[in-house]
């Protein structure tokens, strides 16, 4: 009986653990640091302003997928650019049937999709 116990306690750890993600990232490879902030289709106020140093990633909140990103704005050199939700369709798209999504800012408005990070990323 115990050990039907600790089978069920461990898949239930387990499974639980599967659930805790962050599947979307930013990747930050422009020439300078940038801001961000991002709306999530949950809440009525958009996230904080955050840092992304020059070639570093962050990840966004838990559980907070591409496909509920519905704006994107990231500042750099004291331009702002915003990404609307019609602008990230495609990338939406992209990601759909992903666990992740990375967006990687090549600087300059310049905004990818991939599925997974990429190889050289380093998280700050």
Known sequence: MKTIRLALLLAACASLGACDSWPTSLDNRAPEDVTFRYHHRLYDQWSVWAPVSHDRAV????EHRMRDISGLEITQGGLTYRYAENALAPVHR???GSASCSLVYRGGGRLEARTKPLTDSQFQ
């Open 59 to 62: 990840l966004l909140a838990r």
């Open 94 to 96: 992209f990601c759909a």
